[in-house]
């Protein structure tokens, strides 16, 4: 004997709305949100001594190819 499974028992009946699904992913940001302030209330606080600081930071090297020192030339933008 086989029993019949009602009409509202169906897998695309049990999906949710695309408004159901968007308040659930608004609510988990909104979570994620509130466990990272939280995190950072109960956190370390940040230096602010001068001494904790690196003294010296280094700049990045920029190279400049040919091709873009020709534009820039041609453009009266000198880089040197």
Excluded at 1 to 20: F, I, N
Excluded at 23 to 47: F, H, K, M, Y
Excluded at 52 to 72: G, H, M, Q
């Amino acid at each position: 004997m086989t029993r019949e499974t009602p009409a509202s028992h169906l897998t695309h009946d049990e999906l949710p709305t695309t408004g159901e699904l968007a308040r659930d992913c608004r609510a988990v940001g909104a979570n994620l949100r509130l466990e990272r302030a939280a995190r950072a209330a109960v956190g370390t606080v940040p230096s602010i001594h001068f001494e904790d600081f690196p003294r010296e930071v280094s700049k990045r090297e920029i190279t400049i190819s040919e091709a873009a020192s020709r534009l820039a030339n041609a453009l009266h933008l000198h880089l040197d």
